[in-house]
C-alpha cells in the first residue's frame, strides 16, 4: 500500500476554526464547524485502520474533481489491480434510521441528507471522468459508518453502506485481494491528482473583516486567547500549554496569511495581529529569518 498523498486539514476546518476564536459564530456556522471537526477526525481514523492494507494500492485523499462543470469531493480513493474503491467517510454519531431512502435522526426526527445520494453522484462523475480519460477500471463506491457509537435503524442490504460493526472486515476483506500494480495505475494516480481543484467555489464562507475579529495569540492547544510571555516561551493562561515564541508567531502569521490573503504580510500588519507585549523588532526578525524581504525600507513586505 502506498499513500499518494496525506490527509491534510481542509483550509475550510482550519478557517473556521481560526475565525471561531476571533469571533461569534451564528448558530449555523457553528454546527458548519462542528461537523467539518468531525467528519475530518472520521476521515483520519479510517486512514489508521487502513494502513494495514499490505497489497500494492495507491491511496489518494482527499480529491475535489470537476465534470462538466460539476464537482465532487472524494474522502478516499483506492486504486488496486483491477477495481477503484471510492469511499465517502461518515462520523456520524447516535441513532438513526432510514425511511423512503430519507435518512432521519431517532431523537429528534430530523431529516438529513442521504449520504447514499452524495456517493452515487460522486461515483457516477468519477466514471464519466475515467471514460475522458481512457481508462476503464470499474469503480465500487461505498459509505463508510466510522463512528462506533452509531447505529443505522431499517439499514437495506442492497444499499452500499459499510457499519461500523462492518468496517475491519471490509478492510482485511480488500486486504485479502490480490493486487499488482503497474506504470498504468501511478499514472492514472498522478493523473487525477493533478486534477484535483485546490478550491471549492460553492463553499459558504462565514463573513469576516479585519477590523472586526478579535487579536491576540491564541494557545495551540486549547485555542484560548489569553497568553503570558515566559522567557522565550508563551503559556497560556488557561490550560498552562507553552510555545516557543518564534513558533507561535509563524502559527499566527500562517494564520493571517490563510483568513487574508489579499493584504501583505508587513511587520505592522503581524504586529497588530497578534497583540502581545513584543517589540516589533521581535516580529520583524522572525519575518526576516523566515520569509523573503521586499519593496523600499519604509514599506517593507515578505513572501
Not at 34 to 63: C, H, M, P, T, W
Not at 146 to 163: H, K, R, S
Not at 253 to 280: H, M, V
Amino acid at each position: 500500500m502506498m499513500l499518494v498523498n496525506r490527509r491534510s486539514e481542509p483550509v475550510e476546518l482550519m478557517s473556521i476554526r481560526y475565525l471561531n476564536t476571533r469571533m461569534e459564530l451564528t448558530e449555523k456556522e457553528k454546527l458548519q464547524y462542528s461537523n467539518l471537526e468531525k467528519g475530518y477526525e472520521g476521515e483520519v481514523k479510517f486512514d489508521r485502520l487502513a494502513e494495514i492494507l499490505q497489497e500494492e494500492r495507491l491511496i489518494i485523499n482527499d480529491l475535489l474533481l470537476e465534470v462538466n462543470n460539476s464537482y465532487f469531493q472524494i474522502d478516499t480513493l483506492i486504486i488496486s489491480e483491477s477495481m477503484i474503491h471510492l469511499l465517502e467517510i461518515k462520523n456520524f454519531q447516535g441513532d438513526w434510521y432510514l425511511e423512503s431512502d430519507k435518512l432521519y435522526t431517532v431523537t429528534a426526527g430530523r431529516e438529513y441528507k442521504n449520504p447514499i445520494y452524495q456517493l452515487k453522484r460522486s461515483a457516477a462523475l468519477l466514471r464519466q471522468l475515467l471514460q475522458t480519460l481512457k481508462q476503464n477500471y470499474p469503480v465500487e463506491a461505498s459509505v463508510v459508518f466510522i463512528n462506533p457509537e452509531f447505529t443505522l435503524y431499517q439499514a437495506p442490504m442492497d444499499q452500499p453502506i459499510v457499519l461500523p460493526t462492518q468496517v475491519n472486515r471490509f478492510i482485511k476483506d480488500l486486504n485479502k485481494t490480490p493486487s499488482k500494480l503497474n506504470d498504468g495505475h501511478t499514472k492514472l494516480a498522478q493523473h487525477l491528482m493533478s486534477l484535483h481543484q485546490p478550491k471549492n467555489p460553492f463553499t459558504v464562507w462565514p463573513k469576516y473583516h479585519f477590523e472586526q475579529l478579535k487579536k491576540g495569540m491564541h494557545c495551540k492547544t486549547c485555542q484560548s486567547l489569553p497568553l503570558t510571555i515566559k522567557s522565550k516561551d508563551l503559556v497560556c493562561k488557561k490550560c498552562g500549554g507553552n510555545e516557543k515564541i518564534e513558533q507561535a508567531i509563524l502559527r499566527n502569521i500562517k494564520e493571517f496569511q490563510l483568513l487574508f490573503p489579499e493584504r501583505k504580510l508587513t511587520t505592522q500588519n503581524i504586529y497588530e495581529w497578534c497583540n502581545l507585549d513584543l517589540s516589533k523588532r521581535t516580529i520583524c526578525r522572525v519575518l526576516k529569518k523566515n520569509y523573503t524581504a521586499l519593496g523600499s525600507t519604509s514599506n517593507t513586505y515578505y513572501v
